[in-house]
């Protein structure tokens, strides 16, 4: 089947992430089993209770409880929401050589490019084993790929991630996490400051800290990355009730985004040493934090194989990536890991997301070197 075929099948089953990925892991299914893979399903339910899969297909030689492979491809079966009224979301178009649908360049086309890779593989002749992975809930959080770390599920040797990098590898991503913070004041008549304590003077004097720290980060350097530290945002604030309340309460979220090499609790640790430092001076200064999400960064070391070989084949020099990717769970699996798809991520995510034909056909083609020259 041709690589456009099977993107065009895989747009057409919605796999939305707050949907059970179950029809589209069941095509991926059959397609593997027709090429004499193993499929195994690996279920478990959502934090809303609906059940999503992961998915990894290995050679029947492989012992099904210590799944170790050299080759893993990695592809997550879930895509972001779309606009009813975008009617190419789920009827893969083609127009000057652009291939439009959802999930078409995040990241159905890369499973698609995967999928022809295989099927024109010699796969009896492979002396080292390859598994290709299909992940559920990506795009909230890396949810089926941090499972499948947790259980130990599979261990592999190279793992190429598919994301849209416009067949740029890229070897090193930045983390990221996430804290709601919540100032507590005391409410009274805002004529009358003594009587109160205002939520949001605190947590402004906090915020002003906050931003020091930023600065402070500026210190730890990553060359591979631009901007080469770990940056940190404050996203959204809300506080108070009325112009005439001393506010009783302020809320903010606090987003940081690690750099290889550092913890990704070391931010968070600045900001606690600071509230800490103005409960010093304020006993009662009312303070919560919490964190929310704390995804380490990875990073593969630019003299890996994999890093050179996907260099060579796809005449492009490795990069790095600011946006979350399943690579950290794979390097937790034991594996060198380099993120690498066709498409642009800057079309993904959009109403008119695309995949290039041409992209898409020579993803195909670099996965079948690879898998001849890792698993061969
Ligand atoms: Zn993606």
Not at 146 to 172: C, D, F, H, N, W
Not at 222 to 240: E, K, M, Q, R, S
Request: net charge negative; glycine share 8%.
């Amino acid at each position: 089947m041709k690589v456009e075929q099977t993107l065009a099948e895989l747009v057409r089953l919605d796999s939305v992430s707050a949907r059970s990925n179950v029809e589209i892991v069941s095509y991926l299914a059959a397609r593997t089993e027709a090429l004499g893979l193993c499929a195994r399903m690996f279920p478990y339910r959502d934090a809303a209770g609906v059940k999503k899969f992961n998915l990894v297909c290995v050679p029947p030689a492989v012992d099904a409880d210590e799944m170790a492979v050299e080759l893993a491809l990695v592809g997550h079966t879930d895509t972001v929401p779309y606009d009813p009224a975008w009617a190419e979301a789920l009827a893969l178009t083609e127009r000057e050589g652009k291939l439009y649908g959802r999930g078409a360049c995040d990241t159905k086309g890369f499973i698609a490019a995967a999928l022809t890779a295989i099927e024109q593989s010699d796969l009896a002749n492979l002396r080292r084993p390859l598994a290709l992975v299909f992940t559920a809930d990506e795009e909230v959080g890396c949810l089926g790929a941090k499972q499948l770390a947790e259980t130990r599920a599979l261990s592999a040797r190279y793992a190429i991630v598919g994301e849209p990098t416009s067949l740029q590898p890229m070897r090193a991503g930045k983390g990221y996490c996430l804290a709601e913070i919540r100032v507590g004041g005391r409410e009274g008549h805002s004529a009358y400051p003594a009587l109160g304590a205002s939520a949001i003077f605190r947590a402004a004097r906090l915020i002003a800290r906050i931003e020091t720290v930023a600065e402070r980060l500026k210190d730890g350097q990553h060359a591979a990355f631009d901007p080469p530290y770990t940056t940190l945002n404050v996203g959204v604030i809300n506080g108070g009730t009325a112009k005439n309340i001393i506010a009783g309460e302020c809320r903010f979220t606090l987003e940081w985004r690690p750099i290889p090499g550092q913890a990704a609790t070391h931010a968070f640790e600045l900001i606690q040493a600071e509230v800490e430092s103005l409960r010093a001076v304020e006993p009662d200064f009312d303070c919560r934090l919490e964190i929310l999400r704390l995804d380490d960064a990875s990073e593969t070391s630019a003299s890996s194989p994999l890093v050179a070989e996907l260099e060579t084949l796809s005449g492009q020099t490795a990069g790095t990536v600011a946006f979350g990717t399943e690579a950290p769970q794979m390097i937790e699996m034991g594996a060198e890991a380099v993120v690498f798809g066709p498409g642009s991520i800057r079309t993904a995510h959009r109403t008119g997301e695309f995949v290039p034909a041409d992209e898409l056909n020579t993803c195909v083609e670099i996965l079948a070197r690879a898998i001849a020259k890792f698993c061969q």
